[in-house]
T-cell receptor, first 111, second 114 residues
């Protein structure tokens, strides 16, 4: 069964700092990997989708990489802002056609 | 384009009752998936519907069921509610089978069972 782990569980950084969130998965047979953010009590907002054949995707200050063979993905956030404070979740899509989610990293950006 | 909508947003039910949650996907999306989110278990997949057919089901008891209509709207039903069913229920839609397409989530329905 696919297991997805995110490290660290929580992270506090001062505003303006660059940061990296990590995601690892046990089964490399994935179709894609998606990064989401979730604000308290809210639904998920899709940030980036990386297909299994891709190595990275970029959107604004966000850059996500995927190393399928080693079962790892990173989400890089440049010049962090207080509005980036949220829980970040990664999820992998498998042949079973559902998403397996990590436990999330709760990010706090301190003004 | 309107996003994924879920109704109701909040529900309070008592043990033993049943509940129906509704999800309207983004226009043109044919796949709808349901997830349960709890503090202890995180996000867990319930089931996926595509073209009115359940394509995949997670590891939940038969009390959890769903259906999809011809307009792609989906409903989820939970019968004989238990305290442990208290959770945020999220639905997600995608253009086609969720395998390779980005999934878009609704705001969720917060169910509290007392």
């Amino acid at each position: 069964k696919q297991e997805v782990t995110q490290i660290p569980a929580a992270l506090s950084v001062p505003e303006g700092e660059n940061l990296v969130l990590n995601c690892s998965f046990t089964d490399s047979a994935i179709y894609n990997l998606q990064w989401f953010r979730q604000d308290p009590g809210k639904g998920l907002t899709s940030l980036l989708l990386i297909q299994s054949s891709q190595r990275e995707q970029t959107s604004g200050r966000l850059n996500a990489s995927l190393d399928k063979s080693s079962g790892r993905s990173t989400l890089y956030i440049a010049a962090s802002q207080p509005g980036d404070s949220a829980t970040y979740l990664c999820a992998v899509s498998t042949g079973a056609n559902n998403l397996f989610f990590g436990t999330g990293t709760r990010l706090t950006v301190i003004p | 384009k309107a996003g994924v909508t879920q109704t109701p947003r909040y529900l309070i039910k008592t043990r033993g009752q049943q509940v129906t949650l509704s999800c309207s996907p983004i226009s043109g999306h044919r796949s709808v998936s349901w997830y349960q989110q709890t503090p202890g278990q995180g996000l867990q997949f319930l089931f996926e519907y595509f073209s009115e057919t359940q394509r995949n089901k997670g590891n939940f008891p038969g009390r959890f069921s769903g259906r999809q209509f011809s307009n792609s709207r989906s409903e989820m039903n939970v019968s004989t509610l238990e305290l442990g069913d208290s959770a945020l229920y999220l639905c997600a839609s995608s253009l086609d089978r969720a395998l390779s397409y980005e999934q878009y989530f609704g705001p969720g329905t917060r169910l509290t069972v007392t």
